[in-house]
């Protein structure tokens, strides 16, 4: 019997994101390309993280025929449940393994390890050894021909990419039951769900920095195959899906694309496609989007106005459309290509604000927009921070809502224009990029989250994931989701309801909601407004209270228990 392993390295690239809780449709499609091949093929499929912590899985590995590494970050990120895999640990977990074919996939393969924002992209050269076969096109296509010619390298082309969406229907569908294995499986894992690649904007050469116009013209999956695959591994289980493997979902489907570098939307088409999903997955509990084009919201605004309210319609609140608009700076969108100007992403935060700022049942506004800034551009200046800020100064001035703003160094990734220019703009404003993020973190990001979730909101379904000292970070599942701090040392892997008390720039505090005094630790009752190390004594000592009479007759100061209440309960 065949016997495959997947280990996922994870990925994270400007349209797609595997980084857990994700799991990306790379291992996935090629999953299903091997049991495509042999439909009786034992696949295992592992993790980098599981392997971190438990070294004897690497055993498992080594008895496989065949090793497939996916792997390769090229957009920098921070993650809180999974760090992509770097080349010392390949070469550490791998090298031994010398029964095994070894193969990589994924953008490592294409085009290096990227290790951190402001830094080119390691070249393959550190593993290169370590692997029989490094797959430039597509895994799920190479691997299914690598098995078909029993392995004979030299029959098989590494770079072989999909000749078109359709190639991959049959792979998306066999290779859904893979997700049973990823360790967040089922109640933590979204399923990062493809609906096209390319970007339209390749045809004029894309933004100076971005891989995807190397991925070549739009080229769609029908809406069948979609909602076919969200309905396969909704049946085997996964409950959050995010539509967030595409340069913009407002363009799905688009009249011209391919043609136009902003060609027309599709509302009709993003209607059959958001309704056939929550049809075939009545009960799915996330439903989220990922990247949009400001530039087509603006030059299209009837158009995308009735596909945000469509995707309002059916999705699931706290969805966030993250526009990439890098940079506001004239000179600096001339001379990298970037999609819209300054007036353009305003008008396209405006229309989104219009519909998607109204708060949802799970306590946050059902879709805002998230801005992405990318620093190290060509022609960046001490200016291009000035204007930036001032633009970010204005949203919050004229009372709109943005659910995050990102600011990235640019990874320089081979094959696009700013791979030539590298980190030499980085290195020189690195003072200016310092001093900006200081500025808008302290003067517009948390201003702009006390405006998204006032004190004593109510955020619903927010998971336990780690801990921080005393604190236990949460946060909902989905697109971009707010990291919470729990007081307290809460069990992990739970979901629970949280009340929002304070404000960290990027991040909330907030107590389990309702909050049983008679059971709450005393880490959060000290926390409890005007409490303190002293009242949660008194409070302690004198708990089980039946009811709020006998807890206010506790405490010494009434205003400071009539204000509890609004935090606590009695059971
Ligand atoms: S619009 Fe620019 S950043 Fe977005 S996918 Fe296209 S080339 Fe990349």
Redesign the pocket.
Known sequence: MLKVSILDGYIDE??CLGVPPYISPYPRYIAGAIWSYDKSAQIFYVTIDQIRNDNTLLDVLSKSDLIVVIAGMSVPGRYLSGFPVSPNELVSFLSNMTKSLKILCGPAARYGFGVAGGRKTREIDAVSDVFDFIVRGDGEIVVFDLLENKFNFNNVDSSKCRENASVIRDFALKGSNIVSQHPFFPDYLIAEIETYRG?P??IVG??SF?S??GKGLPDFRSVKDIVNEIHRLYEYGVKHFRLGNQ??IFSYMAKDAGKKEFPEPNPDALEKLFKGITIMAPDLKTLHID?A?PGIIARYPDKCRRIAKTIVRYHTSGDVAAF?VESVDPIVIKKNN??ASADEVFSAIKLLNDIGSKRGSNGMPELLPGLNFVFGLEGETKKTFDMDYEFLKNILDEGLLLRRINLRQIIPIPGTNMYQIGNKLVVRNKRFFQQFKRKVKENIEQPMLKRVLPSGTVVRDVYTEKYDGKLTFSRQLGSYPLLIGVPGVLPLQRFLDVKVMDYGYRSVTALPFPLDINKASRKVIEVLPGVGKKRATRILVKRPFKNKTEFLDCLDDPRVGSEILDWVCFK
């Open positions: 400007p349209t970007c904007r390749s894309g933004c971005c995807e116009p340069p913009c990247n084009n990439g970037l999609k």
